[in-house]
């Protein structure tokens, strides 16, 4: 398996515009995470889902915020409009149980809004 | 959600010290897990503890749990500069989720 593959790596767009966050996580795993990390706020869980429902998103941080899971091997993370306070690191990992086996992170997508 | 805290937030030492990063939960934890984030990659896991008071070694890293199962320690001897990054810390909530301590951010100086 090739790992948790996210994309793009790297988005850079302007204030007001839609960004799409892509993940692939490992097949198999049955959990995957959307995390989010800055500086000041280190490594925040956004949004988790099982078998692809959406179990906590009690760490998205407001309506522009959503995420979806329409299959097994693929999920996004969808903000808009962005705002420059979303430039961050968003890391998608999955796992087959959490907290009882190692979580696997991607790559990591560094958006920036300007 | 379940909360850890991790200190310290930052630690500059020489190659060839001790360096000890120390995790803390006001709640009981079932297990803790341990990663590394290099800097500009992604946090890669390191272990897994289960058991109250339990020890595992990996080389020159030497992961602790606590008695009580509310605190866990990560020691480097003789660091090098192979182990700069970050080093997490990470417990399950009720809900499964994984949540992760803020970090401590270690520099090798040669």
């Known amino acids: 398996d090739a790992g948790v593959i996210q994309s793009p790596r790297h988005e850079v767009t302007e204030m007001g515009q839609e960004v799409t966050l892509r993940c692939k996580p490992i097949s198999g795993h049955d959990y995957l995470f959307w995390y989010r990390q800055t500086m000041m706020r280190g490594l925040e869980l956004l949004i988790y889902?099982?078998?692809?429902?959406?179990?906590?998103d009690s760490g998205m941080p407001e309506d522009r915020f959503s995420a979806k899971m329409p299959n097994a091997s693929f999920s996004t993370l969808k903000i808009q409009p962005s705002e420059p306070r979303d430039s961050a690191v968003y890391f998608c990992?999955?796992?087959?149980?959490?907290?009882?086996?190692?979580?696997?992170f991607g790559q990591g997508t560094r958006l920036t809004v300007v | 959600g379940q909360q850890v805290m991790q200190i310290p937030q930052y630690q500059h030492v020489q190659e060839g010290e001790d360096f000890t990063t120390y995790c803390n939960s006001s709640?009981?934890?079932?297990?803790i897990q341990w990663y590394k984030q290099r800097p500009g990659g992604h946090p890669v896991f390191l272990i897994q503890l289960v058991k109250s008071g339990e020890v595992k070694k990996q080389k020159r890293l030497t992961f602790q749990f606590g008695e009580a199962k509310k605190n866990s320690s990560l020691h480097i001897t003789a660091t090098q500069t192979t182990d700069v990054g970050t080093y997490f810390c990470?417990?399950?909530?009720?809900?499964?989720?994984?949540?992760f301590g803020s970090g401590t951010q270690l520099t090798v100086l040669p």
């Open positions: 709640t009981t934890l079932s297990n």
């Open positions: 990470a417990a399950q909530g009720s809900a499964r989720q994984l949540t």
């Open positions: 990992a999955s796992s087959l149980v959490p907290g009882n086996t190692e979580a696997f």
């Open positions: 889902f099982n078998n692809n429902v959406p179990i906590d």
